[in-house]
């Protein structure tokens, strides 16, 4: 289909300007972790931790052996171009031409437009075309008749690629819960014989099964076993929930509204309740189908304030749901004001947001990250480790400087190393790193109450630059050239 494929052209083409842009520190932070992820080490992925998935750091491996960031940004417009097809493709099958459009549309506008953070690589934009692909498989198999044989190939594929999401998104169950709801209910109506409904769930949860099972076989080959992984993927998220309410909620507090204010903004809020308040005309027409999305836009909404600390890219995980709804209402209500207006809003921001970023320098470069950068580029030596306090791995990934922390992100130090023993002991010990840039404030969540972290450095490091706030410190006894710190036009607080 013409449309289906311009909107995924234009998808692509309005990230193509962002491709050379200097890399976000999740990207980094991926990308360091990839990069030593076979070299051994006591976490699942070598001496850094993350918890993410396997296929999400695969994806990073791949992309660090094809250049680094810009190959994987590129990977990400082809992700994206999949998403929008994939979309279209579900949307042809439930509602053919003006179904597909709608759903290509606003996938396109949403996952085109960096409004949401998809500027950035992460793991819910490379996620969400598997759940697409997903749902378009199983409303296949289950929407159109064919030989069993290849009905249950398509349940099969639908079942694989559900799963692979989860494998990218630990969350993104979406396409798996949509599989599920669809069948048992259109197997409850009659829709399909009861015989067919479990015949296609049988081989989609086998399909599902496949990755699932594979990547359990992975973790206890590497000799890390099935509790490691179940941590990293899900222990850990409990426990930073935990972490996040009995800390300062004021950082997350800022970040739920700004969530809740671009998803207006956006038009992905307008659109789900515009399809949510014709849910009962919905049901009448497709009840299997409606039931399905809504039980998938809801899970969306769930997961999003789920996690605790709102980051817009969370809004990400929505747009499949949101992407069937809006073929939904291309196939029953196109001319209804309020349906235009919903989709209207979703296209109009994704034409202005970009625009609008570029003219206000919200995509330009953070100066204080590229004068300290530029610092440690200048005075570092090869094979130099440096801690940055709390996070920005984009900076130390960029100056060529080596972690010398296993926490690359401030939310696992705070939940695996809540009073600072493992740093302290680091930065203490024999092994200490030549650098330590104190990015943000050492008490910050009162995670240094008792001031051992300044002790640490008192004792063992001396300052030798002030960027912007930032403070660079280098080890005793290590001599490095260190250069005149930079002009910078600081930003103002």
Known sequence: MPGVLLAAILAVLVRVPFVGRPAFPDESGLLLVARQWHNGGPSLYGDLWIDRPPLLVAYWWV???????????????????????????????????????????????????????TNAINGELLAAPFVLLSCALTLTAVRRTWSVRFEVMLAVFAGVVGSCALLIKQNFADALIFAVVLLVVSGVRSDLTWRRARRILGWGVTGAAIPLLLTVLWAEAAGHGFGDLWHALYGFRSDAVHTIATQSFSAPAERLVRLVGVGIISGIV????????????????????????????????????????????????????????????????????????????????????????????????????????????????????????YGHANVLEAAGLEPGYPYLWSLPLRVLDPDLDLMTSTLSGPNAPTWFVGWEPLNSWGIDEHGRLESALDENYREVAKICDVEIYLRDGADRDTPPEPTVDCPKP
């Open 63 to 117: 992309a660090d052996l094809l250049g680094g960031v810009g190959a994987a940004r590129l990977m990400g417009c082809a992700a994206i171009a999949v998403a929008v097809i994939a979309a279209g493709w579900a949307g042809w099958v439930i509602g053919e031409r003006r179904g597909a459009y709608w759903a290509a549309g606003s996938t396109a506008a949403l996952l085109g437009s960096p409004l949401m953070a």
């Open 270 to 389: 307008l659109l789900s309740l515009r399809y949510l308040s014709t849910i009962r005309r919905a049901i009448r027409g497709d009840a299997s189908l409606a039931v399905a999305t809504a039980a998938m836009l809801t899970f969306g909404y769930v997961a999003v304030l789920a996690g605790g600390s709102f980051w817009l890219h969370y809004l990400i995980g929505l747009v499949p749901a949101v992407a069937l709804a809006a073929a939904q209402l291309g196939a029953f209500s196109p001319r209804h004001l309020l349906s235009r207006a919903a989709i209207g809003v979703v296209i109009a921001a994704a034409a202005i947001t970009p625009v609008a970023g570029v003219a206000s320098g919200a995509m330009a470069d953070d100066p204080t990250e590229t004068a300290v950068t530029s610092y440690l580029q200048d005075a570092r030596l090869d094979d130099d480790k440096v801690i940055i306090a």
